[in-house]
């Protein structure tokens, strides 16, 4: 696997290009390769794959995050279409508590986001039927669900919807913010 790392603003997230080979038939490209990532120094064992269809731009899922012992780590990829993808740290030991990183993933481009266990993550569609993939390490517990509210004004991220326009769950909703949370990663 031929594969690019870029590290970010925020110790732990990564972005991680694939390489391509393009033809007249189209590409090839190796999306995941578990010794490829070792030889960046990723060691992730990931359990779980989750994939979701968004209909309508503007389509918001998150921001989501899942408590120990079930805490996740990600690697989100858009199949089809287009996301802002966003990840807010909630380790209360960083020096980067409370910021958030986000970055446009495309299907076309082929770009995907590693999100480490301590972040709540979410993404607004920015295309009519986008599809996304994301690897998990731990499976899903309801019992170590929780969330953050995805426009809370103390976290101020870019969002590229207007909240009155944008598209939720009746669940993210009424996420909290992220001063009424508990601290689930030191």
Known sequence: MGLRVEKTSIDGLLIFQPDRYADHRGYFSETYNADSLRQHGVTTDFVQDNQSLSLKAG???????QTPPFDQVKLVRALSGAIW????????????????????LTAKEGLQLYIPSGFAHGFCTLTDNTEVLYKVSAPYSKEHE??????????SI???????????S????????LLSITTYFE
Not at 85 to 104: I, K, M, N
Not at 160 to 166: C, G, V
């Open 85 to 104: 993808d966003v990840a807010v740290d909630l380790r209360r030991s960083s020096p980067t508590y409370g910021q958030h990183f986000g970055l446009e």
């Open 59 to 65: 389509t918001v899922r998150g921001l989501h995050f």
């Open 170 to 177: 009746e669940k993210d909703l009424v996420l909290p913010s």
């Open 146 to 155: 929780g969330g953050i509210i995805w426009n809370d004004p103390d976290l």
């Open 158 to 168: 870019p969002w590229p919807i207007a909240p009155e326009s944008a598209i939720l």
